[in-house]
Every structure is written in structure tokens, then in C-alpha cells.
């Protein structure tokens, strides 16, 4: 606990500095993201796993004894999964080993995608934004497809915002080999031909469509069409597992919330290009769970805009040239605690660590 909050006030602190001083540099940025990994990954270690993981690991064991081309034609898992599972496996032959690989790879990616998004000296930041969100552990510790998969179509968003088609168009690629529903990246192509408003409106009708539950209508339009993901996870069986609940309110309420501190900051706080891009991707991706809210699991649909959040919280207070910049830092990383208190991700992930971590 105690370095938790050492880390949390030093972040605090370094992103309050003037810019470009000593203690608001790149290179301080690159030591508090280290040490927010390295207690990232004391975290996963003491921590529960999800029922997911668990089914992971059971498959990897597999791998003991195969070859990888025989390991890849046992399940029907995306063809970058196997052989990322595979590899962890054959590397750390451990449940805790595998678990933190998985977890590396997922943070790596994001890590990564961060310093073609955000200013170098911002990266610690975001990163303890994304550290403290739960959705980003659930893709991390037991939705871990979907985890590189997301890690990837945001790499995929970095290379196209810094100008690299080709190795945004690689990165998505790869997000599909990990899980197919990462199709929706090839939305970031979309939107960035279409003003703010069209996307406003696109999302808006896709609202109105989830809460009158016409989007079910979607199921009827694919009828004829060989989607096995899209007939397993909107039958009954697989919705009665999710507990019978559809089209629900209250992650269609907790997209909303994100969406407007997007607008209001767009208006009040800070943006450019980078942050309409952004802003618009998140609308882009939530429109498909609004879409597809009918299915079990949408929760798994909604997660590809939900992993934007901690980036639509973090970039316009730090790059916000207004002269209530401090304030708005505080107010981000106030927002940052807040959704960590209340979603259990401090509770459960830091502090359970102990006094000392």
C-alpha cells in the first residue's frame, strides 16, 4: 500500500511540474512506468483468477507435450493466441509465471501504443490511469483474448495517428488473430473520413436502437449469414449463464458518463486532432455494443471503447494549455482513484498487497 501511494503522489507530482523540467521529463516518465509495473505484477501474483484464465492455463498445459503446429490444431481459439499461449507457456511452464507473460504482454502493448499517442513525459500517467481502471484488469487477468486483442487495435490507433498506415494496418491484424469481435478496429479507418458531428449522430441512433431494443433486429438481418460467434453468444443457454440480462442499462449508463466527460473536455478542457480521433473511436466501438447489446457477454463488446477511457481522462488535462491546468490534473487523477475505489481495483489489486507494497 505504501508504494502504491509513494507512486500514485509521484505521478501526482511529475505531471504538476512545469514541463520539460527534471521532474516533468520523458525519462522520469520511463522510471515511474517501470515501477508501476513492477508493482503491476506483484499484483496479478496475489490476486484471484477469473474463470477464463483458469480455462487458459488448463489449455496451455497442454502444450507440454505438443509441437506447436499440433498445439494450434487442438482448439479453436484465433491462430496469435495459440501461438502466444504456446510460447508463454513453453517459457514459464508456471500458472503464476503464465499469468504475469500474459499480463506483460497485454501492459507492453498498451505501453507501447501510449508513446505514439501521448507526450513521452505523459506516459506514466495515462499508464496509472490504465492501472487503476477494472476493465483493464479483467482483459489482463481473465478476458485475456480480448486484452491483446484491445492492446493491439490500440497500437493499431497509435501507428495511424503518427502516421504509419501500414503498421496500424499490421497491428489490427494481429488484434484479430487474437480475437476476432477486434474486427471493430477497422472502424478507426471509418471515422477518421467523417466529421465529429456524423459520429455524434451515428452513435445517437445506435442508442436509440439499444434502449427501445430494436437492436435485436440485427439478429434477423444476419439470419442467413454463417456468424457462429454472433448465433452462440445470442442463444438462450449462453444468455441465461450471463445471468438472463440483456441490453443492459447500466453499462449503456457508464458509456454515456465517459462520453460526455469526452464532450465536455473536448469543449471546455482541451483538444486536437489526436483527441477528436480518440473521442470518435470510442464512439465508433460503443455503437457496436449498442448494436450487439442483445448477445451474452456484451459486456466483452463494450470493453473495446471502455479501454479508451483512461486515455479520454488523461490527455486533455495534460495537454490543456488553460490556466486552471493544475486543477484540471487533479481533477483527472481525482476521477482516476474515484472509479478505482468504487469499481473494487484498489481494494482488490493494491490493498491486498500489504502495508509495505
Not at 514541463?19 to 516518465?29: D, E, G, I, T
Not at 491483446?148 to 491484424?173: D, E, Q, T
Not at 458509456?255 to 470510442?282: A, H, M, P, Q
Not at 490534473?329 to 478505482?340: D, H, P, R
Request: charged fraction near 10%; glycine fraction near 8%; include cysteine.
Amino acid at each position: 500500500m505504501v508504494c502504491y501511494v509513494i507512486l500514485a503522489l509521484y505521478v501526482l507530482a511529475t505531471n504538476w511540474a512545469k514541463p520539460r523540467s527534471l521532474l516533468n521529463s520523458k525519462h522520469m516518465s520511463r522510471v515511474l512506468s517501470l515501477a508501476l509495473l513492477c508493482l503491476g505484477g506483484v499484483a496479478v501474483w496475489v490476486t484471484e483468477t477469473g474463470v477464463d484464465m483458469s480455462r487458459y492455463w488448463r489449455a496451455a498445459q497442454v502444450a507440454a507435450n505438443r509441437s506447436l503446429p499440433e498445439y494450434v490444431h487442438l482448439f479453436r481459439y484465433e491462430p496469435g493466441f495459440l501461438v502466444f499461449q504456446w510460447l508463454a507457456f513453453k517459457l514459464v511452464p508456471s500458472f503464476d509465471g503464465f499469468r504475469l507473460i500474459v499480463a506483460l504482454g497485454i501492459w507492453g502493448l498498451t505501453l507501447w501504443a501510449l508513446g505514439l499517442i501521448v507526450r513521452k513525459n505523459q506516459i506514466a500517467y495515462v499508464f496509472f490511469a490504465y492501472l487503476n481502471f477494472f476493465y483493464f484488469w479483467t482483459f489482463s487477468t481473465n478476458v485475456i483474448r480480448q486484452g491483446l486483442a484491445s492492446g493491439c487495435v490500440l497500437l493499431a490507433m497509435g501507428f495511424f495517428l503518427s502516421g504509419r498506415p501500414w503498421k496500424s494496418l499490421v497491428s489490427l491484424i494481429s488484434a484479430m488473430s487474437f480475437h476476432l469481435s477486434s474486427v471493430v478496429g477497422l472502424g478507426i479507418y471509418v471515422v477518421d473520413k467523417l466529421n465529429f458531428g456524423t459520429v455524434v449522430a451515428f452513435w445517437g441512433v445506435c442508442a436509440v436502437l439499444f434502449i427501445s431494443g430494436l437492436n435485436g433486429l440485427v439478429s434477423r438481418l444476419f439470419a442467413a449469414v454463417p456468424l457462429p460467434y454472433l448465433a452462440e453468444y445470442s442463444s438462450s443457454s449462453v444468455i441465461l449463464r450471463y445471468g438472463g440480462k440483456i441490453n443492459r442499462l447500466d453499462f449503456f449508463l457508464f458509456s454515456v458518463i465517459w462520453l460526455l466527460w469526452g464532450l465536455f473536455s473536448r469543449k471546455y478542457v482541451y483538444t486536437d486532432e489526436k483527441y477528436d480521433f480518440v473521442l470518435k473511436c470510442y464512439m465508433a466501438f460503443n455503437s457496436l455494443f449498442l448494436t450487439f447489446g442483445f448477445i451474452g457477454f456484451s459486456d466483452r463488446m463494450a470493453g473495446y471503447s471502455w479501454f479508451l477511457i483512461p486515455l479520454l481522462v488523461a490527455y486533455p488535462v495534460l495537454n490543456t494549455t488553460s490556466k486552471y491546468r493544475k486543477p484540471f490534473v487533479l481533477l483527472g487523477f481525482v476521477l482516476v482513484i474515484a472509479t478505482s475505489i468504487w469499481f473494487g481495483v484498489l481494494g482488490t489489486r493494491y490493498l491486498v498487497l500489504g502495508l509495505f507494497y
